[in-house]
């Protein structure tokens, strides 16, 4: 895990199960701000919604975290959160998890996009 520099970069935040999270530690995306803040969040069976609620309101009001992953099944049990973001940064990418496939139709990203966008005006 990387230790807190005075460098202005922006950062990953990452909210999924064991897997997902240790893939990206691998990766190299693991941080720990000068706050001792960690820029992920292994969400375990025992994990309380409110946690998880928490933590993802945490990441969104960090200034160093521009993207934040979340595994699509644990976005799911804070849709009305995820929902209630609107602004583009940080972006909020839902993604796959080995026992959860990726369904585009709950994606909120995708869900906003289909409504902004007429295809006849595209023609």
């Keep these: 895990m990387a ?37 992920f969040m292994v969400v375990e069976k025992n994990t309380s919604v409110p946690d998880i609620e928490e933590t993802f309101k945490r990441f969104l009001k960090r200034g160093d975290i521009d993207i934040i992953l979340i595994n699509q099944n644990i976005a799911e049990l804070i849709r009305h959160v995820i929902d209630a973001h ?5 972006a909020i990418l839902e993604i796959p998890s080995k026992d959860h496939p990726y369904d585009a139709n709950k994606d909120s990203i995708l869900r906003r996009a289909k409504g902004m966008f007429n295809p006849e005006d595209m023609i």
């Design 86 to 90: 609107i602004n583009p940064i940080p």
């Design 3 to 39: 230790v807190y520099t005075s460098m202005k970069g922006k950062l990953i935040g990452v909210i999924g199960d064991e897997d997902t999270c240790v893939g990206f530690l691998l990766g190299g995306i693991g941080e720990l701000n000068k706050d001792k803040e960690t820029n």
